[in-house]
């Protein structure tokens, strides 16, 4: 049947039906009209005069049944808001125009089972999301470790015994290096003195801005460089005009490590917080991973120490020597003769987990309170940051429903930037310290489900731990003196919403 068939059918119908009649069908010369009054609505259905009228409303009872499942309110408004539902409904119970036999709630059955292929491809298109981000990420940090090393340049670099030297700062996640002090005297400690405490609230440093004088040469930026910039300010990232990053990359790619020994001490965070308060889950998961230059420097004990927390357990390599572990918290290997493995890849030496922390150890808590006014969506974001850490590089990602434009953003604490591609408004701020422990954010955006503004995702990162966790010093297992080591601590985000 035609568009214009159907409509001139539909159109004929109300000068058909009179009023006072008792009959639920109305017969023409050549379509039969079978009709059921649905408060101020008619549902109809129109079938051919050689069609059986016992089956017919046999098939319009099953539709009246359905119509108030899937319509609460059963007027023209509630109706047309449901009229994709309806009309899925409806599939299900007739087809090529012959009733299904089925019951009502096999129909809902079948309306509300999953699709495979559906699911497969919302999980391949949230893990490219993810994979962008992870990228986009790196590249941020890459930038921030471009701005602290020509922040150092600018400076002088840095004395140490063997000379003027550029010491590789712990910047991979935008973090300053840990403080841990000098040793115990069982070996020196390096430690990077550049701390982010000097910066003002959402202001990059001015050792970061300031253009460079060390550099005889300036070399011109290659167009594939340009582009990428160019990308990234399209993605929202801050980028500083004077920072040379072709330059800089290449300059610090070619520095070796700054000590003999490194050691990395990491915490990455899974947490899940309630929207109304409480905590779904709440996980801390550890690792020391140490580098080694040499073979020689490989001869080694490390001394740690770390806070006593509840719920705090250790797993060591099955390498390390446990029991000399567990009794003096010394980390050396099995075998005294075997060196630990030298070159430019690290080895994790021993993990630790935290479990059962509540709520008010969280170091970062996020309250979103949605209402709806008029034809205005309004959303009050805030953040309370606890006193333990200084946090870095916050960005809290807020999921919007789909909208033709960025929303109004009325006040804010920080920076944001509107990702129109996930429908995502990204509130970031650089360093959360003393100064700004908590702030807020309002925008306003059209009417929407106060669900949709949830998860809200969170990353940051910090230069102290949990565990506190740290080396106090370096005993070697030959003579000699003990090789110069730093190490650097930061607390990451591996998980963390609010749902």
């Not at 409303?57 to 808001?81: A, F, I, M, N, W």
């Not at 990308?231 to 005009?241: D, P, R, T």
Request: charged content about 25%; aromatic content about 8%.
């Amino acid at each position: 049947m035609s568009r214009i068939r159907i409509e001139g059918l539909l159109a004929a119908f109300p000068k058909l039906v009179g009023t006072g009649k008792q009959h639920t069908y109305v017969e023409t010369e050549n379509v039969r009209y079978v009709y059921q009054p649905i408060e101020g609505l008619y549902l109809l259905l129109i079938t051919n005069k050689q069609s059986n009228i016992l089956e017919d409303l046999d098939t319009l009872r099953l539709l009246s049944k359905l119509v108030p499942e899937y319509s609460p309110s059963l007027d023209e408004e509630g109706v047309c808001k449901t009229a994709f539902e309806l009309i899925f409904a409806f599939d299900e119970a007739i087809s090529l125009g012959n009733k299904e036999n089925v019951t009502v709630q096999q129909v809902k059955q079948y309306c509300e089972m999953e699709s495979h292929e559906e699911k497969a491809h919302k999980l391949m298109m949230q893990a490219k999301i993810n994979e962008t981000k992870d990228v986009m990420k790196k590249k941020a940090n890459e930038l921030d470790k471009m701005r602290m090393e020509r922040g150092k340049l600018d400076k002088g670099g840095y004395s140490s015994i063997s000379g003027p030297r550029i010491e590789k700062s712990f910047n991979d996640m935008g973090i300053g290096g840990s403080r841990f002090g000098s040793g115990s005297g069982l070996g020196g400690l390096s430690t990077d003195m550049d701390s982010f405490a000097s910066k003002p609230k959402g202001r990059p440093s001015t050792a970061a801005t300031a253009p460079g004088k060390g550099f005889g040469m300036k070399l011109g930026k290659t167009q594939k460089t340009n582009q990428f910039l160019e990308s990234l300010k399209a993605e929202g990232e801050v980028i500083l005009e004077d920072v040379q990053p072709s330059t800089v990359s290449s300059r610090s790619s070619a520095l070796p490590p700054s000590d003999p020994v490194t050691v990395t001490i990491e915490e990455k965070l899974n947490v899940v917080v309630k929207r109304d308060g409480g905590i779904n889950s709440f996980d801390v998961q550890g690792t020391l991973a140490l580098q080694v230059l040499n073979d020689a420097d490989g001869f080694i004990q490390l001394q740690i120490e770390s806070q006593d927390i509840p719920g705090l357990s250790f797993k060591t390599h099955p390498n390390i020597n446990k029991d000399l572990f567990n009794s003096q918290q010394i980390l050396g290997a099995k075998d005294p003769n075997r060196p630990f493995p030298s070159g430019q890849n690290e080895t994790p030496l021993v993990k630790w987990r935290i479990q059962g922390m509540d709520e008010s150890s969280l170091p970062l808590s996020v309250n979103c309170w949605p209402s709806v006014s008029g034809n205005e969506t309004y959303v009050n974001i805030e953040y309370e940051a606890s006193e333990m850490f200084d946090l870095h590089n916050v960005i809290i990602s807020i999921p919007l429903p789909a909208l033709r434009e960025a929303p109004s953003v009325r006040q804010i604490d920080g920076e944001w930037k509107f990702d129109s591609r996930n429908s995502v408004l990204e509130w970031s701020i650089l360093l959360i310290d003393q100064s700004n422990r908590s702030g807020s954010m309002e925008f306003v955006v059209p009417p929407a489900d106060p669900s949709s503004f949830f998860p809200i995702s969170i990353g940051f990162s910090a230069s102290s731990t949990f565990s506190d966790l740290k080396v106090t010093g370096i005993q070697p297992l030959k003579e000699g003196n003990p090789p110069k080591f730093s190490q650097r601590a930061r607390l990451l985000t591996a998980n963390y919403q609010v749902v």
